[in-house]
């Protein structure tokens, strides 16, 4: 595996090194080792699938409020999506700032999401699948969001949106910061 930063800290790619041969090829997708020796969270304590029906659809942008500390690993399994994390760590240089990448089935590359990071993605293709390895169990009411079109954020979707949760619609826009 190749583990790569990205421009925010905590966010890093994760390309395979795959071993090919006459019958296909053979890669590791996750070595606890090797995350840990890049300072990653190396604990999968629930893995998740989501299967997205249509091209457009937005899931997030979503993280767990303290004290909760949840880190996620995820891959494209099938079709593509544009991943989108928004650093929401208040005390960050890279604060409300994001970095998108494409996550398919071709590329086979995951994303690698630190606690304090917003999380979501928009579906570039029909039957879209990921899977996701997270640090911590899903613990509800500790589920924070943002907007996906929230202005402040300024991410450029690259589809007209076509599906996405009431939930998700309601998250309050940001306010602007008063450092004054």
Known sequence: MK???????????????????????FARTFSADDFAATGLEAVVAQCSLAYNHRAGTVRGLH???EPLRESKLVRVTRGALLDVIVDV???????LTH?????TADNRRALYVAPGLAHGYQTLVDATEAVYQMNIP???????????DDPALAI??????????????AWALLRPRSDA
């Open 3 to 25: 583990i790569l930063p990205t421009t925010i800290d905590g966010v890093f790619t994760v390309d395979l090194e795959a071993f090919s041969d006459e019958r296909g090829l």
């Open 138 to 148: 899903f613990t509800p009411g500790h589920d924070r969001g943002l907007r996906f």
């Open 99 to 103: 970095v998108a990448v494409e996550l």
């Open 89 to 95: 760590r208040v005390d960050s240089p890279t604060y």
């Open 63 to 65: 993280w767990m409020a």
């Open 156 to 169: 450029d979707w690259p589809l007209p949106v076509s599906v996405i949760s009431a939930k998700d619609q």
